[in-house]
């Protein structure tokens, strides 16, 4: 029997009912229209809107896999991390939705789902669990930049994180300065194609440190003091792409060196990326050259499963029961700062 999951843990209203596997549907409908004008997303702003679309997006999520409410065999929503506002409308709905139907509820930690969401491949997207192997994931998004070891399934350990912005924050505020719109990080990789990327030359924050984690801020604060040392760059349409092609650069130069010698260290065969910023091409081109180098298997996940999204908090879920993992209680809360290494 199906299983329903819901993800409301930014901007994005998510829906998706899967089955052994299976990814059936996966509907998602974004505000970043909404919160352009903003340059961020507001919490307010983003639980309202959840609160207009999510019955909608479960209804089609539903059509769209032929599934009718009495028929799922189990419900789950993220619980965790995210706005405390936007993760309350999914996850309550969904637990409430599981007591009406007296089936299991379970509250995924969205980061865990995303340690799984490279190993969906095709379309409709199905759960590759049978060629699953030890790996070393990339989690990187606008809010977090994670190194996790996942040793086997359902079996982690949090390496090292961002000490300040994360990698996709570090693009929103470099867009920023130059004046892209919001989110930016899209917009830097489409005008970074037609640009230099050795024609500036930016901080690597923290590329040497033997830690696992990151730091971005200093090279945002190296692009605010780049532009005020010279006036009329952004006039120039040529210099502005070799200004986002140095800034990208300095990213995914820190971003792929740490994963790999993490890897190296840790002697996986595998590496996995997944997140919103794992949809940068030059990171993607980047990752998978120096995957290829040290003869590192490399899973990406598909670029309408980096971001945030229902399917893989589903795909989790099932994962779950299937090793009879205790259902969330009906009674429990949402966990908005809920920590990886928590996670059992």
């Given at each position: 029997?199906?299983l ?12 998706a009912v ?11 409908s ?7 004008e ?7 702003l983003?639980a309202?809107?959840h609160l207009?679309n999510?019955?909608?997006?479960v209804r ?5 896999a ?5 028929q799922?065999e ?10 405390p506002?936007?993760?309350?409308v999914g996850?309550?709905?969904?637990q409430?939705?599981a ?7 379970l ?5 865990e ?9 095709g379309q409709?997207p199905?759960?590759e ?5 030890p ?6 998004s606008g ?9 086997a ?5 949090l ?7 994360a ?12 004046g892209l ?10 005008l970074?194609?037609?640009?230099n ?8 924050p923290?590329?040497?440190d033997?830690s ?6 200093g090279?945002?604060?190296?692009v ?10 952004l ?8 200004l986002?092609?140095?800034a990208?650069?300095a ?8 994963t ?5 260290r ?10 919103g910023?794992?949809?940068n ?5 980047r ?9 590192l298997?490399?899973l ?10 229902a ?11 299937m ?6 209680s ?7 700062n809920?920590a990886?290494?928590q996670?059992?």
């Amino acid at each position: 029997m199906p299983l329903l999951a819901i993800e409301t843990s930014c901007d994005e209203t998510g829906a998706a009912v899967v089955h052994r596997g299976r990814v059936l549907s996966n509907v998602v409908s974004s505000q970043i229209s909404l919160h352009a004008e903003y340059g961020g997303v507001v919490p307010e702003l983003a639980a309202r809107e959840h609160l207009r679309n999510l019955m909608p997006v479960v209804r089609l999520a539903l059509s769209d896999a032929s599934v009718a409410v009495g028929q799922l065999e189990a419900v789950a929503a993220t619980r965790g991390p995210g706005l405390p506002s936007a993760l309350m409308v999914g996850f309550k709905a969904a637990q409430g939705l599981a007591f009406v139907l007296g089936r299991p509820f379970l509250g995924i930690h969205h980061h865990e789902a995303h340690l799984y969401s490279p190993w969906l491949k095709g379309q409709p997207p199905v759960a590759e669990f049978l060629k699953f192997q030890p790996n070393l994931s990339l989690i990187v998004s606008g809010g977090h930049t994670l190194l996790v070891h996942v040793r086997a399934e359902l079996d982690h350990t949090l390496l090292g994180s961002t000490v300040d912005d994360a990698a996709g924050e570090c693009f929103d505020k470099v867009g920023k300065l130059i004046g892209l719109p919001y989110p930016a990080g899209p917009e830097i990789d489409r005008l970074a194609e037609g640009g230099n990327p050795k024609a500036y030359d930016f901080p690597r924050p923290m590329i040497d440190d033997p830690s696992d984690d990151f730091s971005f801020s200093g090279l945002k604060t190296s692009v605010r003091y780049f532009l005020r040392d010279h006036p009329g760059l952004l006039d120039d349409p040529q210099r502005v792409r070799d200004l986002c092609a140095s800034a990208q650069a300095a990213i995914v130069d820190v971003l792929v060196t740490k994963t790999v010698r993490a890897a190296r260290r840790l002697r996986v065969g595998c590496v996995t990326a997944s997140g919103g910023v794992s949809c940068n091409r030059s990171l993607r081109q980047r990752l998978t050259a120096a995957c290829e180098r040290e003869r590192l298997a490399l899973l990406l996940a598909g670029t309408s499963l980096c971001t945030d999204n229902a399917a893989m908090i589903g795909i989790l879920a099932e994962r779950k029961l299937m090793r009879r993992s205790e259902a969330t209680s009906s009674s429990a809360d949402i966990l908005p700062n809920w920590a990886l290494e928590q996670v059992q």
